[in-house]
């Protein structure tokens, strides 16, 4: 059964025949993140200057998760979004490792790892999303 998202976007998990096809195209620092819950080195990511117009979708299935008009500059060394395109499509999920206690983000459609989420961020929302960019793939608009 189809599963919706408000914004009308299929939020249905993968079968394993198709997560097995998504996972055979990432490479291994994507697969060390997405899949192992990995982090990248801060200031090194791809799109941590992204500043073009377009939508920030999960890496491993393509569900839009961030809009450009969300990233903000936040010094953190990933790229920071402070909405997603549709609350629906960012898991939030307890992380205690590390001795911490912290807001994992994952993509609700295929439950990969994109980053954590923290009430530091700017106004409307005051949270930041900091997101792995490995985790995510920029589609530009038009």
């Not at 939030?92 to 206690?101: N, Q």
Request: charged fraction near 25%; aromatic fraction near 8%.
């Amino acid at each position: 059964m189809t599963q919706l998202s408000p914004s009308g976007f299929d939020l249905t998990p993968p079968t394993d025949s198709q997560r097995a096809a998504l996972e055979a195209d990432l490479n291994a620092e994507e697969k060390r993140v997405l899949l192992q819950h990995g982090t990248e080195a801060p200031f090194c990511g791809g799109l941590l200057g992204e500043k073009s117009a377009g939508v920030y979708c999960c890496r491993e299935c393509g569900l839009p998760l961030f809009r450009h008009q969300t990233k903000f500059e936040s010094g953190t060394g990933w790229p920071s979004f402070y909405a997603p395109i549709d609350p629906d499509h960012v898991r939030a999920i307890e992380d205690r490792s590390y001795g911490m206690r912290r807001i994992e983000t994952r993509c609700a459609r295929c439950d990969s790892h994109q980053g954590h989420v923290f009430p530091d961020g700017p106004p409307p929302t005051r949270l930041r999303y900091c997101i792995n960019s490995v985790s995510l793939a920029f589609v530009a608009d038009a």
